[in-house]
């Protein structure tokens, strides 16, 4: 791996087993059993969890492509059914139970000794999120400290997504919009409902990046779009290479090494064309 793919390569190994919080059944159960019952509230809450018992600004601010009817829909209202702290409990202790499930029979400790390193060598400055996830205590046992390291990580790498797409002009309907289009197939339709931007709001997107020649006429993303598109995910592995650089080329080679059959498990709960959106990338 080149020093610049090194980034895009570890997401692709630790982000689904942060990812299991969403889609594992024993990850949901628990945030249903802490009185966040439906998708959205545990969403919402489960990520917004550690800024404490904020209201729809910030999540909007930090989550950036979803829309801020939907943030509002769901926060403050989620506080008033479980609080941050029983928010978080729930959240580890599913992300745990969905994990030991998923990883019965491995050897993990190697694995979360190591991604818990790199996470330790996140950039808190700028990184609203990844550095509010960082300030947890660190779990007593190694799959809730490779599940935590994994949110650090996933995290610290959002926040620098949401840097790159700020760089190009972008609002969160339009960055969605963008992403979607340049996937096709039936990506636009799902992320649409999936980020709350009703027909009207996501139309006028459209027409906003056809007018910075991004979008065709016939609804295809433009050869400008895509290099757009790639500077904004060279960025994005920028941003998020430091802990990598730190962690050195030994470490991280064993890393990626170590976490390949653990993301492979973890793709049994994971839908494969959710809405995040998380691709299985091909073997190195």
């Not at 990520?47 to 910030?58: D, K, S, W």
């Not at 989620?78 to 998923?102: F, K, T």
Request: charged content about 25%; some cysteine; hydrophobic content about 50%.
């Amino acid at each position: 791996m080149t020093p610049m793919e090194v980034p895009r390569r570890v997401w692709s190994l630790f982000e689904p087993l942060h990812a299991v919080t969403y889609f594992a059944p024993a990850a949901r159960a628990a945030l249903v059993d802490a009185g966040l019952k439906g998708f959205w509230r545990g969403y919402f809450a489960g990520r917004a969890a550690p800024l404490g018992a904020v209201g729809a600004g910030p999540v909007t601010a930090a989550f950036f492509g979803f829309a801020p009817a939907m943030v509002a829909r769901a926060l403050p209202d989620v506080w008033s059914r479980a609080s941050p702290e029983a928010v978080l409990v729930a959240r580890l202790e599913g992300a745990r139970a969905a994990l030991d499930d998923l990883l019965k029979g491995t050897e993990v400790a190697e694995a979360a000794e190591l991604l818990e390193a790199a996470a330790g060598e996140v950039e808190l400055p700028g990184r609203v999120l990844g550095a509010a996830n960082a300030d947890l205590p660190r779990p007593d046992d190694a799959l809730g400290r490779l599940w935590q390291a994994a949110t650090v990580l996933r995290e610290h790498r959002g926040d620098g997504h949401v840097a790159a797409l700020l760089t190009t002009g972008v609002d969160g309907c339009e960055s969605v919009v963008w992403r979607a289009v340049l996937d096709g197939g039936e990506l636009p339709a799902s992320m649409q409902q999936a980020r709350g931007w009703t027909d009207e709001q996501w139309g006028a997107a459209v027409r906003r990046l056809a007018d910075r020649g991004w979008i065709a006429e016939d609804g295809t993303v433009t050869a400008a779009a895509r290099a757009a598109y790639a500077q904004v995910e060279a960025l994005t592995d920028r941003l998020a290479a430091g802990p990598w650089e730190r962690l050195g080329e030994d470490a991280t080679r064993r890393c990626v090494q170590l976490l390949g059959p653990l993301a492979e498990r973890t793709w049994a709960v994971l839908p494969k064309d959710n809405p995040i959106p998380l691709r299985p990338l091909p073997p190195a």
